[in-house]
């Protein structure tokens, strides 16, 4: 054991006596374990996003959405007006509740109406939607002030509304929305509650959802119904197009995870009994889309790890070089050591402590340097708000990196120790 201590003593007071050599040959196991880090902690961090942005909309939701068919699209052009009927009806409503019936645990419809938003002499191009109470607990909605819709403003047809963070930052940046009036199209409306904030916007979600939840207004669904009706006008293109859409969105609820594939296709095949060939309703299934995403994180961080790990070969390769040039260098010490007694195994533990030493060394200041960089990173990005950047280290690429690092070092050390152990004493002790 004392002889074991005084070897690992002569290895590391070798290492000490050449700082800078030693320094640049851990340096390519320091640069691949930083690059490890920084890799993995980008890519966690932007799946961490995305997971949080596609949850937002429901794990057991199911989503099925409008949308204007191409042909519709390109018949409104040359025309002042025209009035495109697409989407989903009430007709397509009924038949769906009926056939998946117990199967789904709620039906939450959105009718889209009014495009243009009006504060006192402030106006945006935003969206309104007739909806139901229910939207709130479906949707995972938070309320920051006031209340959301009840079941009275329903049964009364009330012209009250919930806003989003937006439009309360927009309008009402230093005041209080709660109470105050404002106009939806041609019609006003009392607002009674502020949505929280909803991360989608310029996100993952935010491609799924088509726009800034942040900018939606909610009223209720039959209030919507009475004041504005079916057909909506637009200004596009120069000219006022008009859409007939009865159901803008419809949330089909799932009792659990495990149900939300089956009643997805079951949903699917009804909706394509009217509108398969028409086009104009899309199914979004924000469960499929999370293990979408989950298996193709898998894969890139195979792709990241390994493109980083040819640092940490390159960082072998370097201590494999420097080790072999350091036994040339101290054949004469062999020598002399194997005729003081050293055996084979004793010059084999000197060197493979020497290069465990380096590589280690080098694992924890990358470790430092990846995590450092990782944190860095996060904070300009915020700072300078120019790339949206989110980062997330976590622990098991911090251990597999280290293990890994040490591991190449001792690997790549074996064969100069090998080397330096089967030199002949004789011709060590001669050596100049």
Avoid at 139 to 149: F, Q, W
Avoid at 150 to 158: K, L, P, Y
Avoid at 219 to 238: K, M, N, Q, W, Y
Avoid at 279 to 296: A, F, M, N, S
Wanted: overall charge neutral; hydrophobic content about 45%; glycine content about 10%.
């Amino acid at each position: 054991m004392t002889f074991l201590l005084e070897i690992i003593r002569l290895g590391l007071n070798n290492l000490r006596l050449h700082k800078l050599r030693s320094f640049l040959t851990s340096l390519g196991i320091i640069l691949g374990v930083a690059a490890v880090i920084v890799m993995i902690s980008i890519g966690e961090g932007n799946k961490a996003r995305a997971l949080r942005e596609i949850e937002v909309l429901g794990a057991t939701n199911i989503i099925v959405r409008s949308q204007r068919p191409p042909e519709s699209a390109s018949a409104g052009q040359g025309e002042r007006t025209f009035v495109a009927s697409f989407g989903l009806t009430r007709l397509d409503l009924r038949r769906i509740e009926s056939a998946l019936g117990e199967s789904a645990e709620a039906l939450v419809p959105l009718k889209a109406v009014g495009d243009e938003i009006i504060s006192g002499a402030e106006r945006i191009t935003s969206q309104a939607f007739g909806t139901t109470p229910r939207l709130a607990e479906v949707a995972k909605l938070r309320i920051t002030r006031g209340r959301y819709l009840t079941d009275e403003d329903m049964s009364q047809r009330t012209k009250v509304a919930v806003i989003g963070r937006g439009i309360e930052k927009q309008f009402f940046p230093l005041s209080d929305p709660i109470g105050q009036q404002i106009r939806i199209g041609t019609q006003i409306f009392s607002i009674v509650g502020v949505l929280g904030e909803v991360g989608l916007a310029g996100g993952s979600g935010s491609a799924l959802v088509g726009r800034d939840l942040n900018l939606d207004i909610h009223i209720p669904l039959t209030t919507a119904e009475l004041e504005f009706g079916d057909v909506v006008s637009r200004r596009l293109s120069g000219s006022f197009v008009s859409e007939e859409v009865q159901i803008s969105e419809l949330y089909v609820v799932s009792p659990s995870t495990e149900e939300v594939l089956s009643l997805s296709e079951r949903t699917r095949r009804i909706v394509d009994l009217e509108h398969a060939t028409k086009g104009d309703v899309t199914v979004i299934v924000p469960w499929e889309l999370l293990e979408q995403l989950k298996r193709t994180q898998r894969i890139w961080n195979i792709v990241l790890i390994s493109i980083a790990s040819i640092s940490l070969l390159v960082g072998g390769i370097g201590i494999m070089n420097i080790m072999l040039a350091s036994v040339t260098e101290r054949t004469r010490e062999i020598g002399i050591r194997r005729a003081l007694g050293a055996t084979r195994r004793h010059i084999t533990l000197q060197f493979l402590v020497e290069t465990g030493s380096l590589s280690c060394a080098g694992g924890i200041i990358g470790i430092l340097c990846g995590v450092g960089l990782s944190v860095g990173a996060e904070a300009v990005s915020e700072m300078t708000r120019k790339i949206d950047l989110e980062t997330q280290v976590t622990t098991w690429s911090i251990v597999a990196s280290f293990v890994v690092s040490a591991a190449v070092g001792l690997i790549f050390g074996i064969y100069p120790a090998i080397q330096a152990s089967k030199k002949d004493p004789i011709v060590a002790l001669r050596h100049d």
